[in-house]
């Protein structure tokens, strides 16, 4: 076959390519962790959004009678005509109260409810229009304050690592020097190696991908769990505009990498690894449930068959 002569597929990841844009994209962000670690404020910082515009704001003695919740934020964001369908569901509730024995439970109930939404309308009739609304990443907020994990956090992360991506989230690193910092980072993995805890890997590198990539790549690894701080205030620094705390001291940017991890969180969350964490919660922690209900549903036909063939013998 002549060089110049070709069949013309080299012309599908363009068709791939519209096809989605037209269709847009969905995700689910799950933020779960204590009270006053900034969650609400980072979630808005991430996305240029305002989602608890309504939320109303509870005193201390109402957050320790609360019960955990589940509540749902949709908002649709359009970028340079793409558009991303964006849940935030967020735990209120969540480790404020005095007894916190299994407050995680609502939290994984709530993960499985979607999965069995999703198994019901994939094995139904109208499997063209599923609407996806399993969660596809959970940020977990870490205290600053501890000397590590507290018992909470390993059991909550224990009892949800094997149903959603969980992102280790050290929250307002501004209240740390950035040797504190390291010093935590390093005894929070060292604590989630120590308990078992699987958090979400990172996927290796293609040996064609180019070396700037590679190394941003290992930069994200290197810095889990992203010690981040959120603010939705712009401030003057140095003659520019940036969204930062001010402080008596100085200013604290939000975007400035030299002071918190929050660039390298939302790159790894919007621009490089957002389609990863969709594919792992599709091939493996979907998979899994889906399994066990496969499972399940045949356990239950054969104990039926078995019933009926020892009536017959009766």
Not at 73 to 89: P, S
Request: aromatic fraction near 8%; charge should be neutral.
């Amino acid at each position: 076959m002549d060089d110049k002569e070709y069949v013309g597929f080299a012309t599908l990841p363009n068709q791939v390519h519209r096809k989605s844009v037209k269709k847009g994209f969905d995700f689910t962000l799950m933020v779960a962790g204590e009270s006053g670690l900034g969650k609400s404020t980072l979630v808005n910082s991430l996305f240029l959004t305002d989602l608890y515009r309504d939320r109303k704001l509870l005193s201390a003695e109402e957050r320790i009678m609360q019960t955990v919740e589940i509540t749902k934020h949709a908002v649709d964001i359009e970028e340079k005509g793409v558009r991303l369908r964006l849940t935030i569901v967020d735990t209120p509730g969540f480790g404020d109260a005095v007894n916190n024995t299994e407050c995680w439970r609502p939290v994984a109930e709530y993960i499985d409810q979607q999965f069995e939404q999703y198994f019901r309308d994939e094995s139904g009739l109208n499997r063209k229009n599923i609407q996806d609304n399993r969660v596809h990443c959970c940020l977990y907020f870490i205290s600053p304050f501890g000397h590590g994990l507290r018992p909470l956090d390993v059991e909550f992360m224990k009892a949800l690592h094997q149903r959603v991506n969980i992102v280790p989230i050290l929250a307002k690193a501004d209240t740390l020097t950035p040797l504190e910092v390291e010093r935590k980072k390093r005894k929070i993995r060292e604590e989630i190696e120590l308990f078992g805890i699987k958090v979400y890997q990172f996927p290796d590198c293609d040996s064609d991908e180019d070396e700037d990539f590679k190394l941003q790549d290992q930069a994200l690894k290197e810095s889990i769990p992203f010690a981040v701080i959120g603010s939705n205030t712009v401030v003057e620094a140095r003659g520019r505009r940036v969204r930062g705390r001010l402080y008596p001291w100085g200013i604290v940017e939000v975007e400035n990498p030299g002071h918190c991890d929050f660039v390298k969180l939302r790159t790894m969350l919007v621009r490089t690894h957002m389609q990863d964490l969709k594919d792992v919660t599709r091939e493996t922690h979907y998979e899994n449930y889906r399994a066990q209900c496969i499972q399940s549903m045949t356990r239950l036909v054969v104990k039926e068959r078995n019933r009926n063939r020892d009536r017959s013998r009766n």
